[in-house]
Every structure is written in C-alpha cells, then in structure tokens.
Nanobody
Framework: QVQLVESGGGFMQPGGSLRLSCTAS????????VAWYRQTPGKERELVAR???????DYAGSVKGRFTISRDNAKNTVDLQMNDLKTEDTAVYYC??????????WGQGTQVTVSS
C-alpha cells in the first residue's frame, strides 16, 4: 500500500524558514496530485498548497508569496518551502496524494510551531 512520510517540521521563530518533505513509497509519485494540508485543534483541515502531475501549483491565500511547493519525481518527493513564517502558520502539516477517490492517501503529519 502507498505510504507517505513527512519530515522537516519543528520550531521556528517568526520570520524564519522551514522546509517540509513528503516521501512516498509503494507508488509512482509522478502520477499523483500531491498537496500539503494543515490542521489546528478544533479547526477543519486546510489546504495549504497543491501541485498536480503537470507541475501546476495552487496556494492558499494566506501563504501566497511565502510558501513554495515543488516535486522531484526522481527522488519521489514533494517539498514545501516555508519562508517568512508567522505564528498563524503553527499547525500539524499533512501530505496528501490523490489519483482517484480509491487511491487517496495521507501521511501521519509533522508539527510546525512558530513562536517567539
């Protein structure tokens, strides 16, 4: 079965940067649309950024100009570069890979904490 593993989360002061990585096993990542979501307690999971199989990207308005999603098909990874971090970015970040409804997978999540 497809397995997604996130890494790169941690603590950062406001204005700093972190880079999250999502690595897939059991799948050819290139055929999947891949997205980063985030969730805080008591809130719905929010789409942060998405990259499709053609490399086209979409971003939540709150992160445009600060975050960049990219994929490296040779390494089977999708990264999220997060710059100019704000306290509002604090959340658990999840990687999602979607091909069809029957092939839709989530990682376990990685904590990002932005605090002074």
């Amino acid at each position: 079965q497809v397995q997604l593993v996130e890494s790169g989360g941690g603590f950062m002061q406001p204005g700093g940067s972190l880079r999250l990585s999502c690595t897939a096993s059991g799948a050819i990542f290139v055929v999947y649309d891949v997205a980063w979501y985030r969730q805080t307690p008591g809130k719905e999971r929010e789409l942060v950024a998405r990259i499709n199989t053609d490399g086209n990207v979409d971003y939540a308005g709150s992160v445009k100009g600060r975050f960049t999603i990219s994929r490296d098909n040779a390494k089977n990874t999708v990264d999220l570069q997060m710059n100019d971090l704000k306290t509002e970015d604090t959340a658990v970040y999840y990687c999602n890979a979607h091909l069809v409804d029957e092939l839709n997978f989530w990682g376990q999540g990685t904590q990002v904490t932005v605090s002074s």
